[in-house]
């Protein structure tokens, strides 16, 4: 499995799943949280580059509406309308 399906595959599995079952419409995520979550070190980038992704999107069937706080860091925030 490569790097980056490992990261989605974490992503939905951790994030978007419990967002679905709760029938949430929206769904914000924060990189360094995931970072954490997985226990990477130095990978801000490919969580961010993950999370910003038109193949995560399709992966997830949501739309990303927002992103806020810096391009690569911890603090990026990513907002997610779940269709």
């Known amino acids: 499995m490569k790097h980056s399906e490992r990261?989605?595959?974490h992503i939905v599995d951790r994030h978007f799943v419990p967002a679905w079952r709760a029938r949430?419409?929206?769904l914000e995520i924060r990189a360094g949280n995931v970072h954490k979550?997985?226990?990477?070190?130095?990978?801000?980038?490919a969580i961010c580059s993950v999370l910003g992704s038109q193949r995560?999107?399709?992966l997830t069937r949501c739309h990303l509406v927002?992103?806020?706080?810096?391009?690569?860091?911890a603090n990026a925030i990513?907002?997610?309308?779940l269709d």
């Not at 990513?78 to 309308?81: A, G, N, T």
């Open 7 to 9: 990261i989605s595959q």
């Open 24 to 26: 949430r419409e929206t």
């Open 37 to 45: 979550e997985i226990g990477l070190v130095n990978r801000m980038p």
């Open 56 to 58: 995560f999107q399709q």
């Open 66 to 73: 927002e992103r806020k706080g810096p391009h690569n860091g």
């Open 78 to 81: 990513f907002v997610f309308h």
